[in-house]
């Protein structure tokens, strides 16, 4: 690993996913991390994810508004960027230039990206590389071929393909020198399951410098029947990583990171499928004044108490 990737990936998740005294309040300080929405689009379909739902209207920022909230973020004092939220970053064809401006003109220090890895070739993975992304993380949750088109609606060759996208990004920061972090999550599942998914994971351990697993998340509480009948059980709230979970009251991602949607929404919910979390309307409001926004001070407010009772953060809790 790299001296610029010496903090592991799971050293940033948990200061994220932990609450300082300082974001323990209604009105916080700026968030140190971002995520925010290039497209709405993906090429998979999961059933564990409420995305392929459609609950909303799937499509790609406007660049123009993407570089203004970006500067002003980073003004803010925003550190670390992830160029993605809901949707899949490598069906946007200007994402290595996304990175770019981000990194090197606005000066945020710190770019990741999330991808399903079907479409990051070698060729996609070297630009954002050279656009100075500085990590790149691969949702692998599929134990073969065929849970993949069970679960994605994909074809089964997606599977190797995925493999060998994950070894391609290897190979090009080996030849390239490049600093960016190569990390892995799959979703941890029990039994049967569980085991398979443990031998699907070690033909990527080697092109990884991480690799952890995620508890299956409710979704904001639309994770559909069919996963609940397949016997899997998603948890209450995001509740960060296995290995260092949070408790779903205070849910962090109300107090620590900020979402941005596709369509300049700022949501209180990692898993914003529908809206209902919006806080507010950063086309027309500056982000510092969007994130302490009215809405977002109340519902701050009853999660310090613990009571989310009437709020949008209800169901979610109480899933079970």
Known sequence: MT????????????AITRIPA???????????????ELTGKCNFACSFCARNQRLRKQDEMDRGFYERI????????????????????????????????AKHVAGIPYIFLTTNGSLSTPERVEACMQAGLDSLKFSYNYADANQLKDIAKVKTAMFDTIVENIQGAHAVRTKGGYK??????YIEYDGDQGQ?????????????????ALPLYNQAAFVSEQEKARGWKPIQGNR???????????????FTEGHISWDGKLS????????????????TTPFMEGWNSVKYQTLRAAHLKKDVTGTVC???VIFG
């Open 70 to 101: 970006v500067k002003e973020m980073s003004a803010a004092g925003v550190e670390e960027l992830g160029v993605f939220y809901l949707g899949e970053s490598f069906m946007c064809d200007w994402l290595p230039e996304a990175i770019h401006y």
């Open 22 to 36: 300082a974001y323990a309040a209604p009105v916080t300080p700026c968030p140190k991390s971002v995520k925010i």
């Open 268 to 283: 209180a919910c990692c898993f914003d499928h529908d809206g209902r979390f919006h806080m507010a309307d950063l086309n």
């Open 196 to 212: 398979r998914m443990q031998q699907a994971v070690e033909r990527v351990r080697p092109y990884v410098d991480q690799l952890y």
């Open 180 to 185: 960016c972090g190569l990390y892995a999550s």
């Open 240 to 254: 960060g990583r296995v290995g260092a979970l949070r408790d779903p009251l205070p849910c962090w991602a109300v």
């Open 3 to 14: 001296a610029n990737n010496a903090r592991k990936i799971t050293d940033r998740i948990d």
């Open 314 to 316: 209800e169901k979610c």
